[in-house]
């Protein structure tokens, strides 16, 4: 069964709009980490923000948000004021590190969102 | 610069060839993955690897072997490649807060 699950195949906005990318997971740890990725059109995969299962802070990094609903097992991705440069395909991941003892780190990935964003 | 690079970034190989896949990372991680990525299943995890001279199975190991020979290098070798290994594959290496570093990716054709 799938762990973590994006809904949104795709999606598509115009320049200067907000966009919200859904992600739910499933686990059963009390420890955990969430992350969003993006892989950019080049083929680079990005970092842009991490999420703490133990933390209550609004999670922000440039125009990058999260909005994280624990006990719903979501945590949403915002993009604020959308550009051409943002298209590409975002990647919710789940990471569990009690599966290795806490030595290791193992992230699973949800399927992906490739978004376009218009001129 | 790049902290992990992967070679070669395109690779065309005939079924039943062995393919190497090298990954180099100067972050300093004890922690190496491969990945590989197709349409409708996000990335998978092939190999994984916590330190020199480990290598462990991720989820799909079947067909694909590791080495890691040091803390900079990390291998994926495919044996004998067939074509539903072709894929594009990422190499990451991670920190202890789980946050991973991903190279350029592999883009692997088997004919």
């Known amino acids: 069964a799938q762990k973590v699950i994006q809904v949104w195949s795709t999606a598509s906005r115009q320049e200067g709009e907000e966009l919200t990318l859904d992600c739910s997971y499933e686990?059963?740890?009390?420890?955990?980490?969430l992350f969003w990725y993006k892989h950019l059109l080049s083929g680079e995969m990005v970092f842009l923000i991490r999420q703490m299962s133990s933390s209550t802070a609004k999670e922000r990094s440039g125009r990058y948000s999260v909005v994280f609903q624990k006990s719903l097992k979501s945590i949403s991705l915002v993009i604020s004021a959308l550009q051409p440069d943002d298209s590409g395909k975002y990647f919710c991941?789940?990471?569990?590190?009690?599966?290795?003892?806490?030595?290791?780190?193992?992230?699973?990935f949800g399927t992906g969102t490739l978004l376009s964003v218009k001129p | 610069e790049a902290a992990v690079t992967q070679s070669p970034r395109n690779k065309v190989a005939v079924t039943g060839g062995k393919v190497t896949l090298s990954c180099n990372q100067t972050n300093n991680h004890n922690n190496m993955y491969w990945y590989r990525q197709d349409t409708g299943h996000g990335l998978r995890l092939i190999h994984y690897?916590?330190?020199?001279?480990?290598?462990e199975k991720g989820d799909i190991p079947d067909g694909y072997k590791a080495s890691r020979p040091s803390q900079e290098n990390f291998s994926l070798i495919l044996e004998l490649a067939t074509p539903s290994q072709t894929s594009v594959y990422f190499c990451?290496?991670?920190?202890?807060?789980?946050?991973?570093?991903f190279g350029p990716g592999t883009r692997l054709t088997v004919l």
């Open positions: 991941a789940l990471w569990e590190p009690r599966d290795y003892g806490g030595s290791g780190n193992k992230l699973i």
């Open positions: 690897s916590y330190g020199a001279g480990s290598t």
């Open positions: 990451a290496s991670g920190d202890a807060r789980g946050e991973q570093y």
């Open positions: 686990t059963s740890q009390v420890l955990y980490h």
